[in-house]
């Protein structure tokens, strides 16, 4: 399926190993075990020489139809989901990182990522953040002891964008895993195999799912580095093809041992959202940059953070790598102290957290999402105390605008 077009690839990939009984649409499993007709059929699904489902906790068919579906979009040599983005997230440090290793970071990351990286400090493991809009800056933050490097393709809530490609290119030279998380862009905008990442990571709940209704998250091998070489494989799981040792690794850890499973339910809920991915990016981004052009302009707003925007710092980097900006955009009133009086006028807008919904979403920064982080934290990411976070919706653009300008005013 890969000469095909996206939209065709997500609405037909989950039946590329077959549908039950010729249904058109993958059904949801909700069994949790498994019968075979011999046990020796059981020993080789455990040992891995048969393919097959022993435990819902490692999968079931529904949740593969929907790792198929990403899999497909991303251009993976395989993908696992688990219960939400974060899930994938600590899978993907927890398996593949030790004590005494080193981990690079982008210091605009998601609240919760960051809140993680303490825990792995704990654990032993050192972490550098640093400018990651910069390969000079990670390539300085590097150690003999680095084995990953975790960048997001637009930073939430700031916008800032990775220099993914120079990045990919620091990774390959070093043999290190380079981790991308994809979120916000998407594959429908954006696939970081191309710039050379080892590991795409996807919050489900928002992009893909797209409609605010299931929690899930996914991992991608691309295929692109050599696990041969990566001394954290466990021993175990060093044969068959190499290339899939990494993702049977944080399979086995990840689900089988932390138990981060995604249900069937929700597996077959993301992928029906899923089909719609590629319409719904197309319409929210074109939506969040005439919104981002509007506010803009606009002499109450001090500034807007959108990568589409000229203006926006890493502006010539976004058009080259992304096909269009996505939903995501923030900005700053001229009066900061307005700010939850503004939020309280607006009337479309759904005042909450999350991201990526059918409906727009907007919250103010500092003092939820990332009040936990404290003042040092928010000052090295660029969020001032009025910053507002706005996640674009599927509504009209004309709506917003008129809603906007009214509690503006």
Not at 1 to 22: P, Y
Not at 73 to 79: A, D, N, Y
Not at 215 to 229: I, R
Request: proline share 3%; charged share 15%.
């Amino acid at each position: 399926m890969k000469n095909l077009g996206i939209n065709t690839r997500i609405v037909h990939s989950d039946r590329s190993f077959g549908v039950e009984h010729g249904g058109v649409r993958k059904p949801i499993h909700t069994s949790v075990q498994y019968g075979f007709d011999t046990v020796e059929e059981l020993v080789g699904v455990f040992q891995g020489s048969v393919k097959g489902y022993n435990y819902a906790r490692q999968g079931t068919p529904t949740t593969a139809a929907l790792e198929a579906r990403i899999n497909a979009l991303e251009g993976g040599v395989g993908t696992i989901c688990f219960a939400t983005g974060m899930a994938a997230i600590c899978a993907t440090f927890l398996t593949l990182l030790k004590a005494g290793d080193h981990l690079v970071v982008s210091q605009f990351v998601f609240g919760n990522t960051n809140s993680v990286l303490g825990t792995l400090r704990d654990f032993g493991v050192q972490v550098s953040t640093v400018d990651a809009t910069r390969a000079a800056a990670v390539a300085e933050a590097l150690q003999p002891n680095t084995r990953m490097v975790f960048v997001e393709t637009v930073a939430n809530p700031g916008t800032q964008v990775a220099d993914l490609a120079a990045i990919g290119q620091l990774c390959r030279d070093k043999a290190l895993v380079y981790v991308v998380d994809n979120t916000v862009t998407s594959p429908a905008l954006f696939q970081p195999r191309t710039v050379g990442a080892s590991l795409v990571i996807n919050s489900l709940t928002k992009t893909i799912g797209g409609h605010g209704t299931a929690l899930g998250g996914a991992v991608t091998d691309t295929g692109q580095f050599n696990w041969a070489n990566y001394p954290n494989i466990f021993e175990p799981y060093r044969k068959g093809e190499a290339r899939q040792w990494g993702l049977v690794q944080i399979r086995k850890k990840g689900l089988r041992d932390m138990g981060g499973a995604l249900s069937s339910e929700h597996a077959h809920t993301l992928g029906s959202g899923a089909e719609t991915l590629a319409l719904r990016q197309k319409q929210s981004s074109e939506t969040a940059l005439a919104l981002a052009q509007f506010l803009e302009a606009h002499p109450a707003i001090a500034k807007v953070h959108y990568p589409m925007l000229p203006s926006h710092p890493q502006h010539a980097l976004a058009t080259q790598l992304f096909t269009s900006g996505s939903w995501l955009l923030s900005f700053e009133l001229a009066n900061a102290e307005d700010c939850l009086a503004f939020i309280n006028r607006l009337t479309i807008p759904t005042v909450g957290t999350g991201l990526a919904d059918t409906r727009s979403l907007v919250i103010p920064v500092a003092t939820t999402i990332f009040w936990e982080a404290g003042a040092a934290v928010r000052a090295q990411m660029g969020i001032g105390d009025g910053l507002i976070r706005f996640s674009v919706g599927l509504e009209d653009l004309a709506d917003l605008q008129a809603d906007f300008a009214q509690a503006l005013g």
